[in-house]
């Protein structure tokens, strides 16, 4: 499989097939992100397009000293708060967000995905569902997708002991939300 | 072992701190002596018990009257510990704490098992056009024109995102029409005063043509009308058939609706059965708690008791010193007044000889057997 930084750079060079195998490569993470801040699968599609076209559209911006995760995460982020603030200012298409949850967690990252583990996809949807939006999102930029402390802390411009203690916060919430929700999780 | 030698080791033996031999010779003296046995019942113990266990929720009723609950401390540490960042004392620290906490232990295995299904959640398949989708809103943009045209682009598509955009534009429509046409200076001021005379001539040219194609329009319109109404019946079906469809969707989200106002109802009661549990739960703390300070107090108690008991243990001993003191004493003395009693004894013929040779004649003497 060819790195990211190669793909990248053949990306910057004009190469479609390039351009095509990213989408591909990071598609699931980047639909993945946009749903967790969407919580809608029509607006998160929406709205991961568009974080591929402003990835394309700012490829030559991107510097080669970073690396390329966190950039693309970042600006994924900054896409989706975009798309909350013009929501926020149209009344919500639906309220229905335990459906769209479970509907979610039967989507799976594979088909060949057990029923255990959807059903451990549905709790931890459940538990998130019910936290604050900050605790979400360091728990979704750390924890879901492994971003380092020191990336957070440039991404949500606060210090990394902030980012730690918040973190810590949020598993420990996230973990007494889901044993009150299934006791017997982790058993 | 006599008492006193009991009433020294007793502390010790209560303690615990005493070897078997020692604890053997307690127990022994104690099933002789009943006054150390009854000693022994009221500092709480009976005589064969090892050891006293401490009651379950001394620890927590020790912590909240001291330092407070520790699960908060615990819980700020719990993370590095699921990761193994911790330093090997605080790692045992934690490790303890879990041993006797069963919902900080809870916490730490599902902390653990975060750390594996989380990560899971960073990856969501889209549906298969998804990336044709995408390919189609790059690939028409071609990567050869200049960055700023890209930019005014994406500029102006943020825009007219925006729900004032409409008014907006209607502002500068109409700012942008005064100055053409409103102003005496404006380059097309004169063109509505033209308009104002063009128009009668105008409208006396439009009469002509206007009967004219009234004829062809009426003529149209029929053929139009007939049109129309074959392809409104087609659209009714459609519709018809629509509103059908919609029907069923609506009875099934009617259906889910239920099911959900359902599972809500029984959320509602484990709810009611859980804060119910919890007021039962609260109550047996706060009876487990008045027996605990009930037993405190009967211990506190006994302890006096004991110490009062010691007191007198000792008084006694003391009293008992005194009293084989004083009885050797009297011993003493009942020796030496038996000692004078047999010199008395021993002297009473010489001194009857002596009183018989003083008075020959005296008849009124004592009696031979008589005895002072």
Request: glycine fraction near 6%.
């Amino acid at each position: 499989m060819l790195d990211v930084a190669t793909l990248v750079e053949r990306c910057r060079q004009g190469d479609d097939l390039a351009w095509e195998a990213l989408v591909r490569r990071f598609q699931s993470r980047v639909f993945g992100l946009a749903y967790h801040y969407m919580r809608n699968a029509e607006e998160a599609r929406d709205v991961a397009q568009e974080i591929f076209t402003r990835i394309y559209q700012r490829l030559d911006t991107f510097e080669g000293g970073e690396t390329f995760m966190p950039w693309m995460l970042r600006l994924a982020r900054n896409v989706c708060i975009d798309s909350l603030r013009r929501r926020k200012a149209r009344p919500p298409a639906s309220s229905e967000t335990g459906d769209e949850t479970l509907r979610m967690a039967a989507m799976g990252p594979t088909p060949e995905d057990s029923a255990s583990a959807r059903s451990t996809r549905q709790l931890l949807y459940r538990a998130m569902d019910r936290m604050s939006e900050s605790d979400r999102e360091i728990l979704l930029l750390k924890e879901i997708q492994g971003l380092k402390v020191e990336e957070v802390s440039n991404l949500l411009g606060i210090p990394t002991g902030t980012v730690k203690s918040r973190c810590n916060r949020a598993r420990i919430e996230l973990a007494t939300r889901i044993r009150r929700l299934d006791p017997s999780y982790g058993t | 072992m006599d008492c006193r030698k009991f009433s020294e080791r007793f502390g010790d033996f209560v303690e615990g701190l005493l070897s078997l031999k020692e604890r053997r010779a307690m127990d022994e003296h104690m099933s002789q002596c009943v006054r150390c046995r009854e000693l022994y019942t009221m500092a709480g113990g009976e005589p064969g018990d090892q050891e006293v266990v401490a009651p379950a929720d001394l620890t927590e009723s020790i912590l909240s009257r001291t330092s407070g609950p520790v699960c908060a401390s615990a819980r700020g540490r719990l993370c590095d510990h699921v990761e193994g960042l911790l330093d090997p004392t605080g790692d045992a620290l934690v490790s303890l704490h879990l041993r006797d906490c069963a919902e900080c232990a809870g916490l730490s295995s599902i902390l653990s098992s975060l750390r594996v299904d989380l990560p899971l959640l960073a990856e969501l398949d889209p549906d298969v056009e998804f990336v044709g989708d995408v390919l189609a809103r790059t690939r028409p943009r071609s990567r050869s024109r200049p960055a700023w045209i890209e930019r005014f682009a994406e500029e102006w598509r943020n825009l007219i995102k925006r729900p004032r955009f409409a008014w907006e534009g209607a502002y500068v429509g109409a700012f942008l029409l005064m100055l053409i046409f409103g102003t005496s200076n404006a380059p097309l001021a004169s063109v509505p005063q033209k308009a104002k005379e063009v128009a009668p001539q105008v409208r006396s040219s439009i009469g002509s043509v206007w009967v004219t194609t009234r004829g062809n329009v009426i003529e149209t319109s029929s053929e139009l009308a007939f049109d129309v109404r074959r392809r409104s019946s087609t659209v009714f079906e459609t519709a018809r058939e629509t509103f059908e469809a919609a029907r069923e969707n609506f009875e099934a989200a009617r259906k889910t609706l239920g099911i959900a106002r359902e599972a809500l109802e029984a959320d509602r009661e484990n709810l009611e059965a859980a804060r119910e549990s919890l007021g039962t739960t609260r109550e047996s703390f706060e009876t487990a708690r008045e027996k605990f300070e009930a037993d405190r107090e009967n211990l506190e108690a006994a302890r006096e008791s004991l110490g009062t008991t010691r007191g007198t243990l000792e008084t006694t001993r003391e009293t008992l010193g005194t009293t084989r003191e004083s009885l050797g004493t009297a011993r003493e003395a009942l020796e030496a007044a038996r000692e004078a009693l047999e010199t008395f004894w021993e002297s009473l013929p010489l001194m009857r000889e002596k009183d018989d040779t003083k008075q020959p004649a005296d008849q009124s003497g004592p009696d031979e057997g008589e005895k002072p």
